[in-house]
């Protein structure tokens, strides 16, 4: 495999990732296609929610089951749709020069960043995925957050690690989903990178301690209230934040009580913002799921 030449310049301006960002989902339709109309009306409703932007074909967004083309017409509509919300773009692969081509093909597509996580099912060592890292940042047209999720990726990033890809200038953030509390706090004390909860319960506890936001499924519902429980975080203003959080919690947790998108897509669909479908082996949340969720999403409602 040829090598990939670095040609890291540091942005004169640290980009900014702080405050809420939610992980689009993709609507289709019963036959499968992409529901543009639906993405793109949801698209509208979040913009005018204080959001910091969006996160286009992460793993909420079922970006294994689009190929390139249907990614790059889910971004194109989010774009059109909210061209003033900053986007995020997940990209994934398994071999480093064809991944690097595929963020050099987004170099026009004016992103804030692009999510990245390690290589699926291969385990490299840390060695591995310093260079794996490392070279896609070099190559990337937008700043890199690295997508830490070892039960989807099958590789931990240790500590030292991520600590190490923290000198990188195109290396700005790290969507947090490692479950190790410890190196949570020791990259929010290090302070070079931006760290963003990325599972959803753990928010608060996230930006209490000092993290920049979150990436959230959930965002998709009382998006507004949650974005006021982050402000408020960062503002040190806990009870206030404390009020308004708890009564999110149980909704939260039914929203990943089977396997996400799912119930998110079954909530919306109970909204009558899209239709409930998911692609195979993706499969749509059980009836008893569904009737959970509406009734804590009006508990949320009823709480104020």
């Not at 992460?58 to 774009?79: F, K, N, P, R």
């Not at 319960?201 to 979150?214: K, Q, R, S």
């Amino acid at each position: 495999m040829p090598s990939l030449p670095s040609s890291s310049v540091a942005d004169p301006t640290p980009p900014d990732f702080s405050g809420l960002w939610v992980a689009l989902v993709t609507p289709f339709h019963a036959d499968g296609a992409v529901d543009h109309a639906a993405l793109a009306a949801l698209a509208r409703r979040l913009a005018a929610a204080p959001i910091a932007g969006f996160v286009v074909c992460g793993s909420t967004g079922e970006a294994a089951a689009l190929d390139e083309a249907e990614q790059d017409a889910v971004l194109a509509t989010v774009a059109q749709a909210a061209p003033g919300v900053r986007r995020i773009m997940g990209v994934s692969g398994q071999h480093l020069c064809r991944t690097a081509a595929r963020l050099r093909s987004l170099a026009g597509a004016g992103l804030a960043g692009v999510l990245l996580p390690a290589p699926v099912y291969i385990r490299p060592s840390q060695a591995g995925l310093l260079h794996w890292f490392g070279q896609l940042a070099d190559r990337s047209p937008a700043p890199v957050l690295v997508y830490d999720i070892p039960y989807r990726t099958g590789s931990t990033l240790a500590r030292e690690t991520l600590l190490s890809l923290a000198a990188h200038p195109r290396i700005a953030g790290i969507k947090d989903c490692g479950g190790d509390a410890d190196k949570t706090r020791a990259l929010i004390a290090d302070g070079r990178l931006q760290v963003l909860a990325g599972e959803d319960a753990n928010i608060f506890a996230t930006v209490a301690e000092g993290g920049a936001g979150a990436i959230a499924a959930s965002a998709h519902v009382h998006t507004a209230r949650l974005a006021r429980v982050i402000a408020l975080l960062r503002e040190g203003r806990l009870a206030e934040a404390r009020a308004l959080w708890q009564p999110l919690l149980p909704l939260m947790e039914a929203l990943f009580a089977e396997p996400n998108p799912g119930p998110m897509k079954a909530l919306l669909a109970a909204r009558g913002e899209m239709a409930a479908v998911l692609r195979a082996p993706m499969t749509a949340a059980s009836e008893a799921l569904c009737a959970r969720l509406q009734a804590l999403d009006a508990a949320v409602d009823a709480a104020g």
